[in-house]
């Protein structure tokens, strides 16, 4: 069992940065791969970027791809999500996800196993 908790979100103007984190319970998490996803008011839960449990491969988004960076900690059991040059659109509530999947899959929610609660990103122009 894993335990996800998001943190970082908040409030930035379009053109600014932040970090989302993900911290995972658990004693297995280097064996997880991670993803985020995010959910805008009235649209379906989107792929922003995953990472191989290894770290060894990364996938994105198209629209996020040279601004957001998907990135982990083993050791601290931590998932980060570094957003750059953040745009209106980006504006969402992002989601921190784990799958056993190592690399199959890793675009699509189904694929997660367990799922954090969520941290609002809200960008102002």
């Not at 103007?13 to 993900?22: I, K, P, T």
């Not at 694929?111 to 102002?124: I, R």
């Amino acid at each position: 069992q894993v335990q996800l908790v998001e943190s970082g979100g908040g409030l930035v103007q379009a053109g600014g940065s932040l970090r989302l984190s993900c911290a995972a319970s658990g004693r297995t998490f280097s064996t997880y791969s991670m993803g985020w996803f995010r959910q805008a008011p009235g649209k379906e839960r989107e792929f922003v970027a995953a990472i191989s449990w290894t770290a060894g491969s990364t996938y994105y988004a198209d629209s996020v791809k040279g601004r957001f960076t998907i990135s982990r900690d083993n050791a601290k059991k931590t998932v980060y999500l570094q957003m750059n040059t953040l745009k209106l659109e980006d504006m969402a509530v992002y989601y921190c996800a784990a799958s056993y999947s190592q690399f199959t899959g890793l675009l699509m929610p189904q694929t997660y196993n367990y799922w954090g609660k969520g941290t609002q990103v809200t960008v102002s122009s």
